[in-house]
């Protein structure tokens, strides 16, 4: 009788096999990256079919498995570069220090500095800085230049940076914004004092009193009492977060003062054509032909006289001209544009610089310290160019400078002389003219006076 047939069982071992096998197979899936079959919901069937490629490999559906969802720029492969990193080194220049020695005190080296210098020789040289002169500095990692900026004045900076080709450097002069400002005062003492304590830098105190040297000899007119207004340009820099810093004052665009020699007003007007220049309120222009003196002095140690007894040969004689009391070294400008005949001694008059103008006249500058390098025989000056500095040589008892004008061959006294004017607001114009000129007085008169201590 034939025995019964068994079950036959595979092997312990094989099974064992087998599920190592597909344990492995899903592995690999996952480390080569295909994405796992992942149920698609009802809503999403239309937006993530899989690919045939992903059909035919998908490992049986019993080892379905989910995955966070990962963001392909997170990815190293499509990680963008980090930026190099830049090491950014700033300063200003204190007294005594050169570029060098406060580079070096922040840790940069000679070479870098070596680099710098001769990279911007061409437009500055080092051995030309000043206390106060800033600096801004970018390198990389391994100290190489990449942008430097050398600034000697809040309106004037020097760039170098790096290109392909190298290095690019040049000059950069830095725009100013202006905004418009008014101060007023009482006259007290004087006019550099006035405006320092009215907040304002004193050029501006220059700039006013330029305005009127036609009409007004601050040096010996100005009485307490007198008052005044400015209105004007308030000039900014603009920094690269867009911050402003006051630098200096600008363009008068309005002025009056009231003294003992009556009211004078200025208005500055720019027609269509793009000309500027100064008028009174009717139109006239604020520039004559001949200034009121040829410097800042401090006072008129002898009048024009036709008997004037010389204080050094101590005899009587005429004396064609006015003496102008001032220190040594003060400077001496032309009192009207003209051309240069005589240039150097002249005995009694010691150094003398005599300039030729239109309609006959000449005028004398004597006991010059000495001249202007720009100041030759046949060279043209304009108006208020400086020419000389107030000296003692020759025959002089004290430093000043002695000024003589001559029309047609004949000495005339300067104080008394009637100058031409500049030519007036064309008719072209003179409807534009008075609505600049309305509203700039009006708004010269914006705001109650101010006096103050030393107000001018």
């Known amino acids: 009788m034939p025995l019964p047939k068994q079950a036959v069982r595979p092997p312990h071992g094989s099974v064992l096999r087998l599920v190592a096998a597909v344990v492995l197979a899903a592995v690999l899936w996952v ?21 045939p490629a992903a059909v035919a490999l998908a490992p049986p559906s019993d080892l379905v ?25 700033v300063g200003v220049l204190a007294r005594g220090e050169t570029l060098g020695s406060s580079l070096g005190a922040q840790g940069v080296s000679a070479s870098t500095v070596h680099v710098l210098s001769r990279e911007m020789r061409s437009v500055f040289d080092f051995r030309h800085a000043h206390p106060g002169d800033s600096y801004r500095l970018e390198q990389d990692e391994a100290g190489d230049v990449l942008d430097f900026r050398y600034s000697t004045s809040p309106e004037e900076s020097f760039h170098l940076y790096r290109e392909a080709g190298g290095f690019v450097v040049r000059p950069e002069a830095v725009e100013l914004l202006p905004r418009v400002s008014r101060i007023a005062g009482v006259v007290e003492t004087s006019l550099y004092t006035a405006i320092r304590t009215l907040g304002e830098d004193p050029i501006l105190a220059e700039s006013f009193a330029d305005l009127f040297a036609w009409d007004i000899d601050f040096s010996r007119s100005v009485q307490a009492g007198d008052d005044f207004q400015i209105l004007y340009e308030r000039l900014y820099r603009v920094d690269a977060d867009s911050n402003e810093s006051y630098v200096r004052p600008g363009r008068i665009l309005a002025a009056r003062y009231r003294g003992i020699g009556g009211e004078h007003s200025a208005v500055f007007y720019e027609n269509q054509d793009g000309e500027g220049r100064y008028y ?16 800042q002095f401090s006072r ?44 150097g001694w002249a005995g009694g008059f010691g150094n003398l610089v005599k300039v030729r103008h239109a309609n006959g006249f000449v005028s004398y500058y004597a006991h010059l ?88």
Do not use: M
């Open 369 to 456: 310290s000495g001249f202007h390098r720009d100041v030759r025989v046949g060279a043209n000056v304009e108006q208020k160019q400086t020419i000389g500095y107030v000296g003692q040589t020759g025959l002089a008892t004290g430093p000043h400078v002695c000024f003589r004008v001559a029309k047609d061959g004949h000495y005339v006294n300067p104080l008394r002389l009637k100058s031409p004017a500049g030519e007036p607001v064309d008719d072209e114009h003179w409807v534009d003219f008075q609505t600049v000129r309305d509203t700039l007085f009006a708004d010269l008169d914006a705001t109650t006076l101010v006096a103050t201590d030393e107000a001018l």
């Open 280 to 295: 009174r309120g009717d139109g006239s222009s604020i520039e004559l032909e001949f200034l009121v003196a040829p410097l």
């Open 65 to 89: 498995a989910e995955y966070p969802v990962v963001p392909i720029g997170d990815l190293p492969v499509h990680r963008g570069a980090e930026p190099a990193a830049t090491v950014l080194t």
């Open 300 to 343: 008129i140690s002898s009048r024009f006289s036709s008997a004037r007894r010389h204080p050094i040969l101590k005899v009587t004689r005429p004396h064609h001209g006015i003496d102008y009391a001032a220190t040594v070294g003060t400077p001496v400008w032309a009192v009207s544009e003209g051309t240069v005949t005589y240039r």
């Open 31 to 51: 480390a080569l990256g295909f994405s796992p079959r992942v149920k698609p919901s009802q809503d999403s069937v239309d937006e993530a079919q899989p690919t």
